[in-house]
Every structure is written in C-alpha cells, then in structure tokens.
Antibody, heavy 116, light 107 residues
Framework: EMQLVESGGGLVQPGGSLRLSCAAS????????MHWVRQAPGKGLVWVSR????????DYADSVKGRFTISRDNAKNTLFLQMNSLRAEDTAVYYC?????????WGQGTMVTVSS | DIQMTQSPSSLSASVGDRVTITCQAS??????LSWYQQKPGKAPKFLIY???NLETGVTPRFSGSGSGTDFTFTISSLQPEDVATYYC?????????FGGGTKVEIK
C-alpha cells in the first residue's frame, strides 16, 4: 500500500524551530517530486514548498522563503521540512504530498502550533 | 501568482441531485488542473487530474471538464458519502495555488 506518514509536529514558541518528517512506503519515492502543503485551522489548502526527484532543486512560497528548508533522503524514503523563525501564522496542519503533476498521494498531516 | 476562484463557496443539495462546482483561473493554465475531496479531519483525496481525467478507483459519479481559465467539477448524482469540501488546484506555474473550496452538504 502506498503511504505517506508525517511526524514531528507540536507546540513551539514564536521564533522557535521544528523539523517535520514524512516517511514514504509502497512506491518508488525517488521517482516523485515531493511537496509540503499546509492548512490553517478552518481555512483552505496552501502550498508551501517542493523538491525535485534528486533533491537538488527546491521552491518555496514567498511566505516561508528564507525560513523553511525542504530536503529529502531517497535512501531512507523520507522527506523533511526544517522550519525556523516560526510565527503564529505558521500554525497549521502540514501535509506532505507526492506528485508527478497533481498531488496524487497525501499523508495524514501533522499539526504545528506556534504560540507562547 | 495565478488566482483560483472557486464557486460557490458552499451548497446544499438533495440526494440524487446533479451538483456542479466551477473554478476560474486568473491566467490560462491549459489543462493543468486537479480536484480534491476533503472530509472533516481528514487529508485531501486526489480525484481528477489534467482537468478531466479520473484517478484510478475514484467513483465515476465524479467528472471534470474545461481548459484555459474555466473549469467545472460535477457530481452526477449526489450521495451522502460525497459530503465534503472540494478544492481545485493549478499546477501550471509557481506558486502552486488552490481554490478557496466548496463545502457540499445534503439538504
């Protein structure tokens, strides 16, 4: 069964850091671009970042550029999101998703709460 | 950025009704559009890609059409299990953007 499982969410103070992980199984992880998408409580979906198949090319939404870093370890079938200088507006469920074009597989999400 | 305008934001229909949701892109995105279903407390589920292609295993009650800037998602006969929020999304250009969502309820 193809699956993505996120972990690493939690409560963090403003200005703090958190590292999210997304473990992939059941498919050839290295064949897919990978993304992070977030959803603030009661709000819609917002794309955050993507990384290409070999991890060499990355893109970010303006709202997180310079603060978040996406990376992947194809040997361990794992995607990461390093989040620094966190703000209250980063509070959301963070989903990882795989894509060839559209987001064809999603994880269950991990909640990140930024609050003092 | 490409803005995706989805309408209506919510709708209520009877079981068996035909339901249509529209999504308009602020720029030509060819057919680089997908649709997702999200039930409360759950992750989005992939339904349609390239505007009109049904993902494997998705009910044929769902369909999509359109190209360029105007797109439509249709549920041919609304069922109770279709209660959810539906999102369109463009993958033609960065940043990848979603519509605001359409909440579908049973009347």
């Amino acid at each position: 069964e193809m699956q993505l499982v996120e972990s690493g969410g939690g409560l963090v103070q403003p200005g703090g850091s958190l590292r999210l992980s997304c473990a992939a199984s059941g498919f050839t992880f290295s064949s897919y671009w990978m993304h992070w998408v977030r959803q603030a409580p009661g709000k819609g979906l917002v794309w955050v970042s993507r990384v290409n198949r070999d991890g060499r090319n990355t893109d970010y939404a303006d709202s997180v550029k310079g603060r978040f870093t996406i990376s992947r370890d194809n040997a361990k079938n794992t995607l990461f999101l390093q989040m620094n200088s966190l703000r209250a507006e980063d509070t959301a469920v963070y989903y990882c998703a795989s894509s060839i074009g559209a987001f064809d597989l999603w994880g269950q999400g991990t909640m990140v709460t930024v609050s003092s | 950025d490409i803005q995706m305008t989805q309408s209506p934001s919510s709708l209520s229909a009877s079981v068996g009704d035909r339901v249509t949701i529209t999504c308009q892109a602020s720029h030509d995105i060819s057919d680089h559009l997908s649709w997702y279903q999200q039930k409360p407390g759950k992750a989005p589920k992939f339904l349609i890609y390239d505007a009109s292609n049904l993902e494997t295993g998705v009910t044929p009650r769902f369909s999509g059409s359109g190209s360029g800037t105007d797109f439509t998602f249709t549920i041919s006969s609304l069922q109770p299990e279709d209660v959810a929020t539906y999102y369109c999304q463009q993958y033609d250009d960065l940043p990848l953007t979603f519509g605001g969502g359409t909440k579908v309820e049973i009347k």
